[in-house]
């Protein structure tokens, strides 16, 4: 018969796994191949718009620049028009107010100066106090403007250079610029009532620093209308420098404080300054003189009251507090509006609206620091007044756009390069199409070789089953042989029988003997025995040999359960596939022929055997006088079951 080739199934097994890691490489070649499909695709569109933006590279910059030019001519024309305007509404003088904007240090920066026919002059050193203040004004109103605060200005004699003729067209302009930009302004003054035009809300302030001064000034209440129109509706004063306890009611657009000199009209930019800033602006010396505690109470829009107060002694020393039209603290974005320090919280700035802007105080105007903006560098000129911020950001794009240009450039050149390689690489790749046409005939090779697995599974085992068979067959053949020389086997049922009946008769017997004690019974029983006594030999030749042969008949059993095993099998020897099993089929028959050989052998050394156990049996029977040692009856009965089994239990 034959046998599965063990080494064919190794070498496919190794096949198999040399299969599934190339398929594993042709996937992962696939994946690298998509992978730069994508790449290719990614970096023609970036190359592609990279060339499209070098390509209209000269036209956006002349875009650009033609934009950045034109928005500085715009801002700087309404600002040289407002500041003309200004100066040409006060002074009688035929000048212009001009604006140079320029980079300095990658910064914009400005120049003011006048332009009187051809020739520029600097404000500072060439030109009057008037033209000065009156500048000076308008560039404090631009930035305020630009700064995104509260639309007020605070101006602590602002007149101070304008001759008095001129007085008149100074405040004249700053309520028309006050009620044309919805400006709230508050300036304090000296002059004579009569100098302010009608419509300005005259706040007199009379008495002396030491008694307390006083406010004389009609009720402006009805100019604010909505209650949501921005603007400080009044300022409450207590203890704070001269003012005692005072209420001085505000109006939209100019309001003129006025008063005799040294009477204490600018503690009210003091106590502005102290509410809005804080720090070094406000001290003790600002608590009038026996008080613990100096208020300040600034009326808002919607109702609401900033309250500032400085009390000696305390700490903090400041503290702000916002409350509304019904006496509770103001929250804002959960935050308590309530706080105290040196300066004030952060909800302050944003509630009142003013603040420093670089470092400039641009809404409260100092008596003693009349000059704004013209005397600070021209780069905080330009932040401050924003001028030149819109055209820093073309500036900026310009900037970028530059470097975009540069970057597209690189783009343009690396990923040309990179298209490049990866156009060879999709071309070492082209091969993977053949490389899939190799990989589905091996699959379907595979397919077709590892579909006969699970026969060679059942061929290996039925071999294996077939090789046991033909090992027992000729095992059961010689036993069999064996058998037959055999003679039947006595039946010993009977002996066994009346040997059980011997044995209760011994049994009653010793019984009778052990109650009477009298040899009279023993001799009676003496006399049914045989004359002569029988010689009975060792029966356990007999039981071994019994043994052998009940051995026998169960080797006989499994050689009939072969035998039908092998009838199952197929009827016709399997096909080879290849010379390694032809060669191993060969090996097969000769250890098959060997086996048959041993067989023989084995078979000669059962009929020895055979030939032995006869003749003990039949010296044993020869010894036993040819009668059953149980029964004495003639060996002419079977004394053994046709299982081969002796019935031990009928003969102990």
Sequence with gaps: ????????????????????????????????????????????????????????????????????TELNQKTISSYTRLLTALVSDVLPMNVEIGIDLYTERGLPALDIFVKQGEHKHNIMDDCGGA??????????????????????????????????????????????????????????????????????????????????????????????????????????????????????????????????????????????????YGGSDTSDADIRNGEQRAEVELHLERGQILQWSRERRRNPVNLWRLIDENGDVVEKEGTRCEGGGRVPPSWVTTVL?????????????????????????PSQRAAVLSIGQESDYLRQMIAAYKTDCANDRLVEKD????????????????????????????????????????????????????????????????????????????????????????????????????????????????????????????????IDAASRLANATIELNKSERVTRVLKELPSKPLQLVSMDEMKSTARTLTATNQAFADACASRGKYENERSALAVKIADIVSNMGNRCPLCHSHLEHDHFTSSGYLLEENHQ
């Design 353 to 377: 609206g003013i603040a420093k802007a670089d470092d400039l105080d641009i809404q409260l105007n100092h008596q003693k620091q009349p000059v704004f903006l013209l005397n600070s560098p």
């Design 415 to 542: 990923g040309e390069r990179d298209v490049a390689d990866i156009l060879s690489r999709l071309k070492d790749l082209e091969g993977l199409k053949d490389v899939s046409n190799h990989l589905k005939r091996a699959e379907e090779l595979k397919s077709s070789l590892f579909d006969v697995g699970p026969a060679i599974s059942q061929a290996r085992e039925a071999l294996r089953k077939l090789n046991e068979g033909q090992h027992l067959l000729s095992k059961a053949k010689s036993v069999r042989s064996a058998l037959s020389d055999l003679t039947s086997p006595p039946d010993i049922k009977e002996g066994a029988v009346r040997l059980s009946s011997a044995r209760q008769l011994a049994t009653q017997i010793t019984h009778v003997k052990s109650e009477l004690g009298t040899a009279k019974l023993i001799g009676e029983a003496l006399e049914n025995l045989p004359e002569n006594p029988l010689n009975y030999p060792s029966l356990q030749p007999a």
């Design 131 to 276: 033209l000065t203040n009156v500048v000076c004004l308008g560039l404090r109103a631009i930035a305020t403007a630009k700064s995104g605060l509260r639309y007020f200005m605070a101006l602590d004699e602002p007149d101070c250079w304008v001759a008095p003729q001129r007085v008149p067209s100074f405040y004249r302009v700053l309520k028309q610029l006050s009620e044309r930009m919805q400006f709230q302004t508050i300036v304090i003054s000296h002059h004579d009532i009569r100098l302010f035009e009608n419509g300005t809300n005259i706040i007199s302030l009379t008495g002396t620093p030491v008694e307390g001064l006083r406010v004389d000034n009609s009720d402006v209440s009805t100019n604010w209308g909505s209650p949501e129109t921005p603007g400080i509706r009044a300022l409450t004063i207590r203890n704070f420098a001269s003012f005692k306890d005072v209420y001085i009611p505000l109006s939209p657009g100019l309001n003129a404080i006025i008063g005799d000199n040294n009477i204490g009209k600018s503690r009210i930019m003091k106590l502005l300054r102290a509410v809005s």
């Design 1 to 68: 018969m034959l046998k599965l080739n063990e080494a064919g199934m190794s070498e496919l097994a190794e096949l198999y796994a040399i299969h599934e890691h190339q398929r594993q490489n042709y996937a992962k070649m696939l994946g690298r191949r998509d992978e730069l499909n994508a790449r290719l695709e990614s970096l023609r569109k970036v190359v592609g718009l990279a060339k499209g933006r070098l390509s209209l590279r000269d036209e956006t910059e002349a875009f650009l620049e033609k934009v950045q």
